[in-house]
């Protein structure tokens, strides 16, 4: 039934045009003779009329009317057919004396045309064109393959394989009542899987930095520098952490210790556990470098700026003396001799990185290992290609760089590397954070014993804006107060102390064998026997003897025989 319409239509259509036809060329052979005032263009015959018609009826084009001409008995009958069929279509002759419309239309399509000739006539230009992009793009993408793993198999994997660590004995100095308690209690607040915290827009590494004297040995040993650097893509920062050695936590398999002796027990994958269930953070990779490739890659940089003052610079005299001798330099290489504002080099810059003493302790250098970093971080953003190249040299050279990194997280860094060091903000964090930790001695050591609940809360937020910690949730360990003395023992000094023997914290084991026999009388000889002390006292030893009434001084020793620390009984042979 559709057909039929269709057909309909199109034959109503047909006749439709004919009639305009038709008018059209009744109306001119009616039209009076008139003498043209200009020369007369090439009239088109009557089938080159209606031909011309039917073709752009066909292809949608509406010719359009002559200006200068004015009536219809001007027009030919090519320009009556179409104004006929303009009209036909709804419009008026009007609307086409100017024809710039229509004109545009055509002449889009006009170059449209041309268009597609152009690249007709040229497509074997085009081809080949495109083949010498694809091939340049090809050629491209296997040079930075080639060269992606010629630098990526030059960093080699570490060793994690587990030693053991010495523990130290409970001592009388130490302040935590109970120590065997407090270590259970740090094994049972020990985090699971599901109080870990990890996001997929968050990017944890941590940064192990590798003394001198540990590299020039065969076995691994403690790490001062304990550094995780989080990337959030989300809040578009760099996170610094430093985590203080001297943490006393539980390191899991291996018992509990100070937190850098995690990485001399098991390497940089060990340590990376014990902070992740310590302090409830994901950390995804790990990065180990030494102090070697420190220096080179700050000499690469330029060198970092830093003010230094008068103590700093005799602080770093020492622990620059001994880099100067494992580096082989002369001792005073490098080395300042007054306070400024310096950029420093490598060298300068490790030592001052490494002070300790005198300028903030373990917190200070810390501080200033951030500092450090954070300035090589920034350093580097202005970095040209050949710095970059010299930079994967010395980094990819031996051993200097470990880690656990597989080429997919490599690639993931690389693609982003640019926005990261860029356009991120960088802050920096400590933990324990101040306030939140008690400094105590365990086993004879100087520790720090955080609040892990509150240090955890800390260290979450700063990375990822949440927290899994419950703001009532408490993990401080409480410790007893040590006694004070108030009325300390008041003693008689009329009496002589008993002489005291100095011995260094190495020595375990003093003996002294005094002459075997002393003639004291003609008739008398008295037999010392042989005096050996098993473990040496502990330095700065104070004796006080026991409080003394009317008691007369002491007799002189024998001036070879200096009296014993314990007296032992003497041992009269008979007569």
Request: charged share 25%.
């Amino acid at each position: 039934m559709s057909d039929e319409r269709n057909n309909g239509e199109m034959h109503s259509d047909e006749e439709s045009l004919n009639d305009l036809i038709a008018s059209a060329i009744e109306k001119k052979k009616d039209a009076p003779k008139q003498a043209p005032q200009t020369a007369p263009a090439k009239e088109m015959t009557l089938q080159e009329s209606i031909a011309q018609a039917k073709y752009n009826k066909q292809n949608g084009i509406k010719p359009v009317p002559r200006k200068e001409q004015t009536s219809e008995q001007d027009m030919s009958i090519e320009d009556m057919v179409a104004n006929a069929m303009h009209k036909k279509s709804g419009g008026t002759a009007d609307d086409y004396d100017e024809g710039s419309d229509i004109r545009e239309e055509t002449e889009e399509k006009s170059f449209g045309k041309k268009a597609k000739e152009f690249f007709v006539r040229n497509k074997l230009k085009f081809i080949v064109a495109g083949m010498v992009v694809v091939i340049v793009a090809l050629i491209a993408m296997l040079v930075a393959i080639f060269v992606f793993n010629h630098y990526y198999k030059r960093i080699e994997r570490e060793n994690a394989s587990r030693v053991e660590i010495s523990v130290n004995s409970i001592g009388d100095s130490d302040t935590v009542s109970n120590v065997v308690e407090y270590e259970d209690y740090l094994k049972e607040q020990l985090k699971d899987y599901a109080d870990i915290m990890a996001s997929k827009e968050v990017y944890n590494v941590l940064l192990v930095g590798e003394d001198l004297r540990d590299t020039a040995g065969e076995s691994r040993g403690n790490t001062d520098v304990m550094m995780l650097v989080s990337v959030n893509r989300e809040t578009k920062k760099i996170i610094l952490t430093s985590f203080m050695r001297d943490i006393y936590i539980y390191i899991p398999s291996v018992g509990s210790n100070k937190l850098n002796s995690a990485y001399a027990a098991g390497g940089a994958s060990l340590l990376k556990d014990t902070l992740e269930k310590n302090f409830g953070v994901k950390i995804d990779n790990y990065v180990i470098v030494n102090f070697y490739t420190f220096i080179q890659i700050v000499d690469i940089l330029g060198g970092i700026e830093a003010d230094v003052t008068q103590v700093m610079v005799d602080e770093m005299r020492n622990p620059m003396m001994e880099q100067n001798m494992y580096l082989g330099n002369p001792s005073t290489q490098d080395l300042l001799s007054t306070a400024g504002h310096y950029n420093l080099n490598g060298n300068q810059a490790l030592g001052y990185a490494r002070i300790r003493y005198n300028v903030g302790d373990d917190y200070g250098r810390t501080a200033r290992q951030r500092e450090v970093i954070q300035k090589m971080i920034e350093k580097s953003r202005g970095m040209d290609l050949h710095q970059m190249k010299d930079i994967l040299d010395k980094v990819t050279e031996g051993d200097n760089v470990r880690w656990d990194l597989s080429q997919e997280d490599v690639l993931s860094l690389l693609a982003n590397a640019v926005d990261y060091y860029r356009n991120y903000d960088i802050q920096q964090i400590q933990i324990p954070a101040s306030g939140y930790f008690t400094a105590q001695t365990i086993r004879e050591m100087d520790c720090l014993c955080p609040d892990f609940a509150a240090n955890t809360e800390i260290l979450q937020m700063a990375i990822y804006g949440k927290t899994f910690v419950n703001p009532e949730q408490t993990s401080q360990y409480v410790f007893e107060e040590p006694p004070v003395y108030t009325d300390p023992p008041v003693y008689d000094t009329t009496a002589a102390p008993p002489q005291v023997y100095e011995t260094t914290p190495s020595e375990t084991t003093t003996e002294y064998v005094p002459p075997t026999e002393t003639t004291t009388t003609a008739s008398e000889t008295v037999v010392t026997p042989e005096i050996t002390t098993t473990e040496a006292p502990p330095p700065e030893v104070t004796t006080t003897p026991e409080p003394v009434t009317e008691q007369p001084p002491a007799p002189t020793p024998p001036p070879q025989t200096p009296p014993p620390v314990d007296t032992p009984q003497q041992e009269t042979p008979a007569a």
